[in-house]
């Protein structure tokens, strides 16, 4: 057994030397997303510059905390999240550092990134209200404070309260209209559920196909990937269900960033800032866009035909350290407004 | 330094060599027990770090969590808890009953077909049947087709999405561990024992309730406490599901509101929970003794008449065909029409990852939990047996809260190590303790050695102490008797304990995602990756792939099992 647990100490040692000698020309990603059209990205981000990309997937919470504890001997040179409240969360941690960067700068908007270049904002998905076109009339509903009205009573089917999207889009709230309007808001939502909140944003759009409610709360892209599906049935899923903007006329549409920063104790500096620099790139923003149909942060480049059709939207750019300062106090909310 | 003083301490009365007549004389206690206490102590660790912080104040989140989530996350817990280990109970120890003492047709295939459910994650199976029987699915829109139903409120329809489903789907996926551990106990039962059952004229019904099932407790109980941990942490089936547990809290409360000290501190109540399930267990054994006395001859068997038979292959084929059968074609259905694009080459990678962690951690696993439960064995001190019991406590805690437990200290020597030499040296040498595939091999050890330790301890009670004597009479150590007796006759149960962790390690997500090194996914990590993108049509491949490659060691041990029995060989050279 001694020789056993010998041998994997060695092998250990050995690989982890291989996966930090300094000279390697690489950069580290810790990442939060988990999609196979951002394998596209670190491809061609290798082919363009030359520099290898080494990948951990993970949870955003577990990857900040990851990083935090590895401390000076942390290998992960970029950050990416899929959520501004993550962002916000690792900043406050110190695990980011400032980057200066000319290119991220000129083709990111300011409401895109942390004043000091601790993290930029690659892509937006929106949280966006669907509704049964058999059965609904979508001029009734035109804001996310709609959904708190009593006439849609048993209409609505949203995901669980432990999602961070639901949690992003209280912490907005919140903002807007404070602890207890932002809870009366809750409660009126939790009123008006069709079902207990269960499943995945998917799932909520199939319930409003399927009948079972008239009305779904959901990002964006899940509705795009089932509208350009390979399978005809989610297809007709997709056809069955309109989409609506909520508080078009006003803030706008509430939206989470799916960003990355370099990390404090960034072993390969120059190639992480090069890596957050091909991330703007018209390369990495249109495989955000086409593939994954996300909003991308550059303007100008959207070439995607169902994002397109939608025209020119109204986003809410609130500021991201909201949404993360907020967000505690909106766990409680729904833990007080019994919202599962 | 004065943890390591303390801990020097607390090992000397264990080491001192016992001379009453109650425990074995020991010839070396001092490696046993030393080795022991290292071993428990390495193996506790990441939940002592986890504990530390309930001693942290943790403001006014209590008072919140009380009014508000508290109450719901302990019935939930308690419901589902009693509900899975009850039906697990059940189903399991009926069918290792009924295939290892009665004849019917299929039981040969179904000595092994039982275990198969246990190669599916509870992930795996919730996200299968929501699929096929949520609204919008294919059997109730059908339904609705045929009868002409408008909507929801025109039929009752069980809604799969509930404490009920969450209950029912687990107990299908769990109750293999129930099953293995008794049908490993009813084979190494003694023939003696039922002879004088059958001398005292018990029918078949009542052999099995008053002779052979009190006999078999220990291992029916190790394996509903086995069930019952695994329950306490499942994350992944009662998130989707909606059902609000103490795991679930403890995810919310860690990273939803940011309070870490009190999601420690609910991980500690969860403790509680394993604390009253492991007592229950001790309670029930009493004082009593399990060893049977070494009579192996054949098993008889009972031959049943056709209705009976029926019967009986009606019990063992249901849980097959729930938990294993139809998801598997589900799953099979998902995957041919839209299955994974990164199917070939890569997947090869993923499964090789994934075979090599489980057949590492389950080799780890099973010498660990010998080496504990003997030492135990030879050293009833209660320094030991209590170092045991906190070893095997890692498995009721969420993978999640066990990979953050040991990333805290690992990362921390890693610090220290980085820190000394960029300061003496001038470079660093980046993470050698905690960003290897060691560290995943660690967590498994954490997290499984209870299911191990649990199979290897309940075999090793029923060896006779008069074997030890025998053994040591004729001269061998302590060592020596472990190896010649033992070991051959614990074959069987080793075998069991190496299963029941290898296929826990090929399903293992949380501390995996958290803990691996770059680019090391597993099929598990990618069938996660795909559900949580909401791609479950494409995530059915390596959920697919995990149960195959599950099932194959299955199917292999459980039919070395067969031939397990001591004194088998000879049953089948004579027939």
Redesign the interface.
């Known amino acids: 057994?001694i020789t056993?647990k010998g041998k994997?100490?060695v092998?250990?040692?050995a690989?982890?030397?291989a996966?930090?000698s300094?000279a390697a020309n690489e950069v580290?990603l810790y990442s939060a997303r988990?999609?196979?059209s951002d394998q596209a990205i670190y491809d061609a981000f290798t082919e363009e510059t030359g520099i290898e990309v080494?990948?951990?997937?993970?949870?955003s919470?577990?990857l900040i905390?990851?990083i935090k504890?590895?401390?000076?001997?942390?290998?992960a040179d970029v950050l990416i999240t899929v959520d501004a409240g993550n962002l916000w969360?690792a900043d406050q941690e110190g695990i980011f550092q400032p980057v200066e960067s000319e290119t991220l700068n000129s083709r990111l908007p300011d409401s895109l990134r942390h004043p000091e270049g601790h993290w930029f904002g690659f892509s937006q998905r929106l949280r966006v209200i669907y509704y049964d076109r058999s059965d609904f009339d979508p001029s009734r509903i035109s804001t996310y404070e709609d959904l708190a009205k009593s006439e849609f009573k048993g209409e609505i089917c949203i995901r669980?309260s432990?999602n961070i999207y639901n949690?992003s889009l209280l912490a907005s709230l919140v903002e807007y209209h404070g602890e207890d309007g932002a809870q009366e808001w809750a409660q009126g939502v939790v009123d008006n559920m069709a079902?207990?909140?269960?499943?995945?944003?998917?799932?909520q759009i199939?319930?409003v196909?399927?009948?079972?409610c008239n009305l779904a709360v959901g990002n964006h892209y899940?509705y795009a990937r089932l509208l350009n599906s390979?399978?005809e049935a989610d297809r007709e899923?997709a056809r069955k269900v309109g989409i609506i903007f909520p508080n078009q006329a006003e803030r706008g549409v509430h939206a989470n960033i799916g960003g990355a920063g370099v990390a404090a104790n960034a072993?390969n500096r120059d190639n992480a800032v090069r890596f957050l620099e091909f991330l703007a790139s018209d390369t990495a923003q249109e495989v955000f866009a086409g593939s994954n149909h996300e909003f991308p942060a550059v303007e100008g480049v959207l070439k995607n035909p169902v994002l397109d059709s939608w025209g020119n939207l109204n986003i809410d750019d609130i500021n991201v350290s909201v949404l993360g300062e907020n967000?505690?106090e909106a766990?409680?909310i729904f833990?007080?407004v019994?919202w599962? | 330094m004065a943890k390591h003083s303390n801990h020097q301490e607390s090992v000397l009365p264990a080491m001192q060599p016992r001379s009453s007549a109650r425990g074995l004389r020991i010839r070396r206690p001092s490696v046993w027990a030393f080795s022991t206490f290292v071993i428990a102590l390495l193996v506790a660790m990441p939940v002592i770090v986890i504990l530390a912080h309930v001693f942290f104040p943790s403001g006014d989140v209590w008072s919140h969590l009380a009014s508000t989530v508290l109450g719901r996350y302990l019935s939930n817990t308690v419901v589902l808890s009693v509900s899975v280990a009850l039906g697990t109970t059940l189903i399991g120890t009926a069918c290792a009953w009924l295939v290892v003492m009665c004849r019917f047709p299929g039981k040969r295939i179904f000595e092994w077909a039982l275990l198969l459910p246990l190669a599916v994650p509870t992930y795996v199976i919730a996200y299968a049947y929501t699929d096929f029987l949520q609204y919008a699915g294919p059997l109730q829109s059908m339904l609705r087709e045929w009868f002409g139903w408008q909507g929801s409120g025109d039929y009752y329809f069980p809604e799969v999405r509930s404490l009920g489903g969450a209950s029912l789907l687990i107990t299908m996926v769990l109750y293999p561990y129930v099953y293995l551990l008794a049908r490993a106990s009813f084979m190494e039962q003694s023939v003696s024992a039922l002879d004088v059952g059958r001398t005292l004229g018990l029918g078949p019904w009542r052999m099995f309730r008053r002779v052979a099932l009190p006999l078999a407790r220990p291992a029916v109980i190790g394996g509903v406490s086995l069930v019952l941990m695994e329950t306490l942490n499942e994350f992944g089936a009662v998130q989707f599901f909606g059902v609000d547990t103490f795991t679930t809290g403890i995810y919310r409360t860690w990273f939803g509101l940011g309070e870490q000290v009190a999601a420690a501190q609910l991980a500690a109540c969860l403790l509680v929970f394993v604390f009253i399930v492991v007592l229950l267990e001790r309670a029930s054994r009493g004082g009593k003794r399990y060893h049977a006395s070494a009579s192996y001859q054949p098993l008889p068997q009972y031959r049943l008449g056709s209705g009976s038979a029926a019967l009986a292959f009606l019990a063992c084929f249901l849980p097959i065909l729930i938990g294993f059968i139809f998801p598997a074609l589900i799953l099979l259905e998902m995957a041919i029409t839209t299955g994974d694009p990164l199917f070939g080459e890569q997947f090869l990678g993923f499964a090789f990852n994934s075979l090599m962690l489980a057949a590492g951690a389950a080799l780890v696993a099973v010498l660990l939990a010998v080496l504990l439960s003997y030492s135990a064995r030879l050293n009833g001190s209660p320094w030991i047996r209590s170092a045991n019991r906190v070893a095997a406590m890692g498995y009721a805690i969420p993978g999640s809260v066990v990979a953050v437990g040991i990333m805290i200290p690992l990362a921390w020597l890693d610090q220290r190590l980085n820190l000394f030499l960029r300061d003496n040296y001038g470079f660093l040498v980046g993470l050698v303790f905690s960003g290897t595939a060691f560290v995943l091999i660690y967590a498994y050890t954490v997290r499984f050695l209870a299911v191990s330790f649990n199979t290897v301890e309940a075999s090793l009670g029923k060896v006779t102490p008069s074997m030890d004597a025998a053994a040591r009479t004729l001269g061998q150590t302590a060592g020596g008797a472990l190896r010649r007796v033992h070991t051959p006759i614990m074959r069987g149960s080793l075998l069991a304990a190496g299963i029941l962790v290898f296929v826990d390690v090929m399903k293992e997500l949380p501390a995996t995602i958290i803990l691996r090194p770059f680019n090391f996914d597993t099929l598990a990590v990618r069938a996660y990756s795909l559900a949580s993108d909401e791609r479950l049509a494409e995530s059915a491949t390596s959920s697919l792939f995990i149960v195959a490659v599950g099932i194959i060691p299955v199917v292999i041990l459980s039919l070395a099992m067969r031939n397990s029995r001591p004194g088998s060989r000879k049953r089948s050279q004579n027939g």
Not at chain 1, 195 to 203: A, F, I, L, S, V
């Open positions: 057994m056993i994997l100490a092998t250990a040692l690989a982890s030397m996966a930090t300094v580290n988990h999609y196979d080494n990948l951990i997937e993970g949870k919470d577990a905390e990851r504890r590895e401390g000076v001997a942390s290998p969360r669980s432990n949690q079902r207990d909140p269960q499943g995945g944003d998917t799932d199939r319930a196909a399927a009948g079972e899940y390979d399978d899923v072993p967000n505690p766990v409680r833990d007080r019994g599962r």
